[in-house]
């Protein structure tokens, strides 16, 4: 598709479609027979899983899968091998407790994940990544 910008260290397996204007993030990994509708931001360090229908930007440090596409987890295996420290994973796994498992409206959740670290890189990421989410998140 045109415009479509694939950052660097990324998996897309047999089969993916990216429609225009997709955004991808380092070390996102996108699983065969996937399809990624137009203006669709995914971020770094995400997985989608198998024959996924992505709608929704993905939020960076998940893994999404099913039918219909939910967020499951944190991508620990990914973290891992890509040498995120304990301390690094905790904080990610309390900014997807943040987001995706309380009942905090997404603005709360960004208000709580702010306040989790402000300077912390993993943090940034997340902030700046829900401050340019133009499909909306899946949540």
Do not use: Y
Not at 30 to 41: A, E, N, S, W
Not at 76 to 94: C, D, M, P, T, Y
Not at 100 to 109: K, M, V
Not at 115 to 123: E, K, M, P, S, Y
């Amino acid at each position: 598709a045109h415009d479509v910008r694939i950052c660097n260290h990324c998996v897309l397996a047999n089969g993916v479609t990216l429609a225009g204007h997709v955004q991808v993030g380092d070390w996102a990994t996108i699983g065969g027979l996937t399809g990624v509708l137009q203006f669709v931001h995914i971020g770094a360090q995400a997985m989608i899983g198998f024959q996924a229908h992505v709608a929704n930007d993905v939020a960076p440090f998940m893994t999404v899968d099913g039918n219909p596409l939910a967020v499951r987890a944190v991508n620990l295996v990914g973290l891992k091998r890509r040498g995120f420290s304990e301390e690094r994973q905790r904080l990610i796994r309390q900014m997807h407790k943040l987001l995706f498992r309380s009942s905090l409206t997404l603005e709360q959740a960004c208000a709580e994940i702010d306040a989790l670290g402000a300077t912390d890189q993993d943090v940034r990421t997340m902030l700046d990544f829900l401050a340019t989410s133009s499909r909306g998140l899946l949540r």
